[in-house]
Structure formats: structure tokens, C-alpha cells
């Protein structure tokens, strides 16, 4: 009751969007799509979804193939889309009424899966949906895609745009859905989202560039990095770019992450070229890579 | 050098009707700082920004933003910022070098100031081989990079950055946030708001508001010092869940 994903290519006139994508997203699993805009992520929801038929590939959701038995599917997946899509002039309880009535459901009969969400939002229930904050929108999005309860849920960028305080509250209520049985894949362009998958497909570009846990990614991460710290920081990303040894350079927060093309990296050198360059308090200390580091490394090839 | 204040605000507030989307917030951003501006949605930062940039008038205290007054000379604020948001910052039916001509037109910038702008602004860029293209078929990393540099066409004092970097790859989010520090080093004041919080931390100082207050004002490394935390997220969520 998962998904499987063989082979998918998709090209919009002369722009290949996807390209020979496969995955297999295994029945309860948290699965995310981790890329930033342009990468696919959309075309492939929407491929999986029915709305857009695949040049190449096949693909089966909860059992379904998404061009024979596209009606099943309409009926077992839930689809919230990045860009908000509900009714702007039906209230909150209006639109939740709508998307029940069309999967032939009532807000009551499925009240139990929704009742996380939807409790923070049912003290504005007469609030025109047009007129609802970011975080209530998406809260309304969210009940809207469940109202029906389907056995596999597409997530489409949920968090984009959104405060880290409500992507947090929203993450945390992922992790009690999948809890009912719900088979969940989400997309995000946040990093740091990537680490509360099961499992996570890295994607630029239409093509996949690793598949794995976030732990089994972060631990392929092939060199030494480093956190590397000076005062002014543009004077510090200046000189470290322009050292001969440098295989990657990147700011992280107040520091900069680096990597060395040697084996036998010395960081005393280093500092002392720093130094030279007139760089105030340098510290140089090993850390440990992160999933936007492997992202970024997988994705200079 | 006596170190110059180019945004100054005094208890600027906006009311509509009985709700205060921003409640009488007070801070100063130097010349030549990388100013964060954060804080949940709904917090009042586009608001505050508007006021700033002169397309919203204040209902009390007072703001200077590059000398001006943001309740008699709003005119006179948008000739001397930058300003690009997420949302809209370029015209996609355009090409890249008809951007950089529309926009120097409305900065009021002589024929010739254009030509030169959009010359060194192409090669700087890289986008020689693409300068005829329509905007809208370029990557968004591209197009936010662009973007930037066009705000910066007139060389105003400041550039308001409304998330920037939003659903940018993160090698493209990195060399964004590169201009901004050469930019910010060569004396243009830079004034951002992101919700990603490791851009918080590129920040030279950082505000938070909450519920239309800025309720801390610091550098990264003290805001931490003062939540006893190892990050600006978790800065972040302990001030907005002591709130609730």
C-alpha cells in the first residue's frame, strides 16, 4: 500500500523535468523528497497524484497504476499542493464540509483522524479561509487532504515559507499520523526537515542523487569537515577560497565549513595562512557533516 | 569614525482599527550592517517593513530610514533603498537585459548610467549568453541573484530583503547570501528577514518579534548566550513559546 515509482520521465516541450526517477516507498513510511525549487518534486507529486500522465515509467500508488486505475487513486490518496488551493471565500468549516461531501464522507465519520489539526483551527471555523494566517492555512490544507482518510498522503512543500515554530508543530504532527497507518511523502526544500524522515530521496534537477536514511546518508559523507570560525566573516570565505588546498567552502551559521583536498589535512597550516591574511580569532575544529553538506557535495558532480 | 545610524526607529506603530500589527518597536541599524529581521508569521515584520519602505503610513512614533522621514518624505525613502522580496522582484516576460532597463528607468537613472549598469552587471554576473532570455525561464537561484543585484541599480544606501532565499538550492543560497556580504562590506546596509536560521546566523545583529514587539535585539553569539542555547532556531522557539 505504498508507492512504487519505475523508470519516471517527464518532459514539458524541450525542459526534461524528471528523468529516469525510481523509488519505492514502503507501506507507513515517512518518505521525503529533499531538493530545492526546479528540482521535480512537483511534476512527480503530480504524476503520482493523476494530474499529469508520465512520458515514460510506471508508477503504483496503494496498488494502483496511476494511468489505468487513476479513479482508485483519486480515492485512496490525500493531496495537499504547495501552493494553497482551497476555496478562499468558503469559511474554514464550509471548505472542510466541501472536500468530505465530494469523497462521499462527513466531517464526523472521519473526525478522529483530523481532530489533531483541525482542533487548532475550529475556534475560527467561520473564518473565510482568504482571510487565515499561513499557519492556519496550511492547518486547513492538511484537514482538507485527510477529510477522507486515505491510505497514502502527498505533502507537497507543506512547509515552505512557513516559521520554524509552525514547520516544528507541523512536523510533530506528521510523525502522529503516520502513526494511524497513513503512508506519507513529502517534499521540502528545508534540510533540516530531512532528518525526521524514515527515509529520504535527495532530488535536483529530475534526477535522484542518493537514497537512504538520513543517518546512512550523513555517515556516506566521503571527507573530514571542518568549522572553521574568524571574525569577519567575508574576509574568511575570501581567503579560504583562495587557498590551493581547499576542495569545498561553505558559510554554516556563524561558521564556515570546509574540506581539503589533501588526505593528511593540518590545521595548523591553514591557520597560520589565516592568519597571514590579517583573520582575527581563527579557530579550526573537526565537526561532523550535515545533510545539506552531503547535498551539496553530491550535487557539485 | 563615529559609526552612522541609517535606520532609526522611535515607538513605530500601526494600528488597524483595534488590532496593533505592530506595537511601538524601537532599533537602530548602522551603516554597513547585516540587520535580520525576524519572526513568526504573523508577527508584524511585513508591516514594520512596509513603514519602512515608505508604501505604509505609520499610525504613531517615528522612523528616519536613510534620512527620511517615514511620514512626510516616503518619496524620497524609495530613491534611496533597494528592495526584493521573494514574491516578486522581477518581470518574467522580460528578458534579463530589459530588467535591468526598465528598472534603471524607474530608479531615474540616466541612458547612459543604464548602459553601464547593465553591461558590468551581466558580466559580473555571468549571464552574458543569456542576457536575451526571458526571466522567467531562468533557474530561481538565477533569478533571486538578479534580482538582488537590480535592487542594488541605483546604489541605495539600504536593501530591504523580504526571504530572499526561500526554496533556493543550497549552494545558490550560499553564494546569495556571498553577495550580500560583499555588499554589506563595501558599505551598503543590509536589512533581512529568512526563516531559515542558519541565515539568522549570518546576521551581523538580529531582531525578533513577537506578536508585533521585538522582544530581543542582539548579536547571534549573545542572543545564544542569553536563551543558554546552541542555536538562532532554538533562540527562536524558546521566545516564541514563552509567549504562549
Same mark, same amino acid.
Given at each position: %500500500?505504498g508507492i512504487l515509482?519505475e523508470n519516471?520521465?517527464?518532459?514539458?516541450?524541450?525542459?526534461?523535468?524528471v528523468?529516469d526517477?525510481s523509488?519505492?516507498v514502503?507501506p507507513?513510511?515517512?518518505?521525503g523528497l529533499?531538493?530545492p525549487?526546479?528540482?521535480?518534486?512537483?511534476?512527480?507529486?503530480?504524476?503520482?497524484?493523476?494530474?499529469l500522465v508520465?512520458?515514460?515509467?510506471q508508477?503504483?500508488?496503494?496498488?494502483?497504476?496511476?494511468?489505468q486505475?487513476?479513479?482508485?487513486?483519486? /480515492?485512496?490518496?490525500g493531496?495537499m499542493?504547495g501552493?494553497?488551493?482551497?476555496?478562499?471565500?468558503?469559511t474554514?468549516?464550509e471548505?472542510l464540509?466541501?472536500?468530505?461531501?465530494?469523497?462521499g464522507?462527513?466531517?464526523?465519520?472521519?473526525?478522529d483522524l483530523?481532530?489533531?489539526v483541525?482542533?487548532?483551527i475550529?475556534p475560527?471555523?467561520? #473564518?473565510r479561509?482568504g482571510k487565515?494566517?499561513?499557519?492556519?492555512?496550511?492547518?486547513?490544507?492538511?484537514?482538507?487532504?485527510l477529510i477522507h482518510?486515505p491510505?497514502?498522503?502527498?505533502l507537497?512543500?507543506?512547509?515552505?515559507?512557513?516559521?520554524p515554530?509552525?514547520r516544528?508543530?507541523?512536523?510533530? %504532527?506528521?510523525?502522529?499520523?503516520?502513526?494511524?497507518?497513513i503512508t506519507?511523502?513529502?517534499s521540502?526544500?528545508y534540510?533540516?526537515?530531512?532528518?525526521?524522515?524514515?527515509r529520504?530521496?535527495?532530488?535536483?534537477?529530475?534526477?535522484?542523487?542518493?537514497?537512504d536514511?538520513p543517518?546512512?546518508?550523513v555517515?556516506?559523507?566521503?571527507?573530514?569537515?571542518?568549522?572553521?570560525?574568524?571574525?569577519?566573516?567575508?574576509?574568511?570565505?575570501?581567503?579560504?577560497k583562495d587557498?590551493? /588546498?581547499a /576542495?569545498?567552502?561553505?558559510?554554516?551559521?556563524?561558521?564556515? /565549513?570546509y574540506?581539503?583536498? #589533501?588526505e593528511?589535512?593540518?590545521?595548523?597550516?591553514?591557520?597560520?595562512?589565516?592568519?597571514?591574511k590579517?583573520?582575527q580569532?581563527?579557530?579550526?575544529?573537526?565537526t561532523e557533516?550535515?545533510?545539506e553538506?552531503?547535498?551539496?557535495e553530491?550535487s557539485?558532480k | 569614525m563615529k559609526e552612522?545610524?541609517?535606520?532609526i526607529?522611535k515607538?513605530?506603530?500601526?494600528?488597524?482599527g483595534? =488590532?496593533t500589527?505592530?506595537?511601538?518597536?524601537t532599533?537602530?541599524?548602522?551603516k554597513?550592517e547585516?540587520?535580520?529581521?525576524?519572526?513568526?508569521n504573523?508577527?508584524?515584520k511585513?508591516?514594520a517593513?512596509?513603514?519602512?519602505i515608505?508604501?505604509?503610513?505609520p499610525?504613531g512614533g517615528?522612523?528616519?530610514?536613510a534620512? =527620511?522621514?517615514?511620514h512626510?518624505?516616503?518619496?524620497?525613502i524609495?530613491k534611496?533603498i533597494?528592495?526584493m522580496?521573494q514574491?516578486?522582484?522581477?518581470y518574467d516576460?522580460l528578458?534579463v537585459a530589459?530588467?535591468?532597463?526598465f528598472?534603471?528607468g524607474?530608479?531615474?537613472l540616466?541612458r547612459?548610467?543604464? *548602459?553601464?549598469?547593465?553591461?558590468?552587471?551581466?558580466e559580473?554576473l555571468g549571464l552574458g549568453?543569456?542576457?536575451?532570455?526571458?526571466?522567467g525561464s531562468?533557474?530561481l537561484?538565477?533569478?533571486?541573484k538578479?534580482?538582488?543585484s537590480?535592487a542594488?541599480?541605483?546604489?541605495?544606501?539600504?536593501?530591504?530583503?523580504?526571504?530572499?532565499t526561500?526554496?533556493?538550492?543550497?549552494?545558490?543560497r *550560499?553564494?546569495?547570501?556571498?553577495m550580500?556580504?560583499k555588499?554589506?562590506?563595501?558599505?551598503t546596509?543590509?536589512?533581512?528577514t529568512?526563516?531559515?536560521?542558519d541565515e539568522?546566523e549570518?546576521?551581523?545583529?538580529?531582531?525578533?518579534m513577537v506578536?508585533?514587539?521585538?522582544?530581543a535585539?542582539d548579536t547571534p553569539k549573545?542572543?545564544?548566550?542569553?536563551?543558554?542555547?546552541?542555536s538562532?532556531?532554538d533562540v527562536?522557539l *524558546?521566545l516564541?513559546r514563552?509567549i504562549?
Open positions: %500500500m515509482v519516471i520521465s517527464k518532459s514539458y516541450k524541450n525542459v526534461a523535468a528523468k526517477i523509488f519505492e514502503k507507513g513510511e515517512l518518505y529533499i531538493g525549487d526546479g528540482a521535480g518534486k512537483t511534476t512527480l507529486f503530480r504524476i503520482l497524484t493523476t494530474l508520465a512520458d515514460k515509467g508508477a503504483k500508488v496503494a496498488g494502483y497504476d496511476v494511468v486505475d487513476y479513479k482508485n487513486i483519486r /480515492h485512496s490518496v493531496y499542493p501552493r494553497f488551493s482551497l476555496y478562499q471565500d468558503l474554514i468549516e471548505n464540509n466541501f472536500f468530505a461531501t465530494i469523497f464522507t462527513s466531517i464526523e465519520e472521519n473526525y483530523i481532530k489533531d483541525y482542533e487548532q475550529e475560527f471555523k467561520n #473564518r479561509a487565515l494566517s499561513g499557519g492556519m492555512k496550511q492547518k486547513l490544507a492538511l484537514s482538507c487532504a482518510k491510505k497514502v498522503l502527498f507537497d512543500e507543506p512547509t515552505t515559507g512557513v516559521d515554530v509552525s516544528k508543530e507541523f512536523w510533530e %504532527m506528521l510523525k502522529r499520523l503516520q502513526q494511524k497507518d506519507i511523502l513529502v521540502t526544500p534540510m533540516d526537515e530531512a532528518a525526521l524522515c524514515d529520504i530521496a535527495l532530488i535536483q534537477e529530475g534526477k535522484i542523487l542518493e537514497i536514511s543517518e546512512a546518508i555517515k556516506k559523507f566521503p571527507k573530514k569537515i571542518y568549522d572553521i570560525y574568524a571574525s569577519n566573516m567575508y574576509g574568511l570565505l575570501t581567503a579560504l587557498f590551493e /588546498h /576542495h569545498s567552502v561553505f558559510p554554516f551559521g556563524e561558521f564556515v /565549513h574540506t581539503d583536498k #589533501r593528511g589535512f593540518d590545521s595548523n597550516e591553514l591557520k597560520i595562512y589565516l592568519e597571514n590579517n583573520l580569532d581563527v579557530s579550526i575544529s573537526l557533516p550535515d545533510i553538506d552531503v547535498f551539496m553530491l557539485r | 552612522e545610524n541609517v535606520i526607529s515607538g513605530l506603530t500601526k494600528r488597524f483595534g =488590532f500589527a505592530v506595537d511601538a518597536i532599533f537602530e541599524v548602522k554597513g547585516i540587520f535580520g529581521f525576524l519572526g513568526a504573523g508577527a508584524g511585513t508591516t517593513m512596509k513603514m519602512l515608505g508604501i505604509s503610513n499610525t517615528e522612523a528616519m530610514v534620512g =527620511f522621514d517615514v512626510t518624505q516616503q518619496d524620497a524609495k534611496n533597494g528592495y522580496s514574491k516578486f522582484a522581477l516576460d528578458t530589459e530588467n535591468i532597463t528598472y534603471g524607474i530608479y531615474g540616466s547612459k548610467q543604464i *548602459r553601464e549598469k547593465r553591461t558590468k552587471l551581466i559580473t549568453e543569456i542576457a536575451h532570455q526571458l526571466v531562468l533557474p537561484g538565477w533569478k533571486q538578479l534580482a538582488f537590480v542594488m541599480l541605483h546604489d541605495p544606501q539600504i536593501v530591504f530583503l523580504d526571504e530572499p526561500g526554496g533556493v538550492d543550497p549552494i545558490t *550560499r553564494q546569495f547570501w556571498e550580500i556580504y555588499a554589506a562590506d563595501e558599505g546596509t543590509i536589512f533581512v529568512t526563516h531559515y536560521m539568522a549570518y546576521c551581523h545583529r538580529v531582531s525578533i506578536a508585533g514587539k521585538i522582544e535585539l549573545k542572543l545564544k548566550e542569553q536563551f543558554e542555547v546552541s538562532m532556531n527562536f *524558546r516564541a514563552n504562549e
